[in-house]
C-alpha cells in the first residue's frame, strides 16, 4: 500500500512539473498577441488572408497618413495623392512581374529601390524645406530602428551558437 502511494505521488509531482514547463510559453505567445505583435509564424501563414488593397485605396492610406503626420496643406495634399497613386500603381506593376518570375533577384531590388528614390525626390518637390527635413529625420529613426531590431537577433544567434559550440 505504501508503495502504490509512493507511486501515486511520484507520478503527479512529475505530471505537475512537466506540465508546468509549458505556462510560460503560453504566456508569450498571449503576451506577444495582447502588444499587437501576434505569432509571427501564423502571419506569415495567412498572408494571403491579409486584406488587398488596390492601388487608389494604398495611395489614399498613405496620403492620409503623411497629411496627418505633417500637416499639409490642401494643395501638398492632391499633389501628394496623384504622387502616391502613380507610385502606387508602378508597384502593383513591378509586383505583378516579380510573381510571374522565379525569385526576387537583385534586378528586382533595384528596381524597387529606384522606385523609393524617385518617389522621395517628387516628395521633396511637394514638402516645405520643414517639412521634408521632419521626414527624413522620422525615416532614419525608423531605419535605425529596424536595424536595432534585425541587429539585436543576429546577435543572440551567435551567442547561442557559440554557447553550443563550446
Do not use: C
Not at 503626420?69 to 508597384?91: F, G, I, M, P, V
Not at 528614390?117 to 516628395?123: A, H, I, P
Amino acid at each position: 500500500m505504501k508503495k502504490y502511494f509512493l507511486m501515486m505521488a511520484l507520478g503527479l509531482a512529475v505530471a505537475g512539473t512537466s506540465y508546468a514547463q509549458d505556462a510560460p510559453r503560453r504566456d508569450r505567445v498571449a503576451n506577444r498577441t495582447e502588444q499587437g505583435r501576434g505569432d509571427r509564424d501564423g502571419f506569415r501563414r495567412n498572408q494571403d488572408k491579409r486584406e488587398k488593397l488596390d492601388p487608389e485605396q494604398v495611395a489614399t492610406r498613405r496620403t492620409q497618413m503623411l497629411t496627418k503626420k505633417y500637416d499639409l496643406s490642401n494643395s501638398q495634399e492632391r499633389k501628394l495623392q496623384a504622387l502616391n497613386l502613380k507610385h502606387a500603381q508602378q508597384l502593383q506593376s513591378l509586383r505583378g512581374s516579380f510573381a510571374k518570375g522565379s525569385e526576387r533577384n537583385g534586378q528586382h531590388r533595384e528596381q524597387l529601390k529606384q522606385l523609393r528614390t524617385n518617389w522621395e525626390k517628387e516628395l521633396k518637390g511637394i514638402l516645405s524645406k520643414k517639412q521634408y527635413t521632419q521626414y527624413q529625420e522620422d525615416r532614419q529613426q525608423l531605419q535605425a530602428k529596424r536595424g536595432d531590431r534585425s541587429g539585436g537577433r543576429e546577435g543572440q544567434r551567435d551567442q547561442a551558437r557559440r554557447a553550443r559550440n563550446s
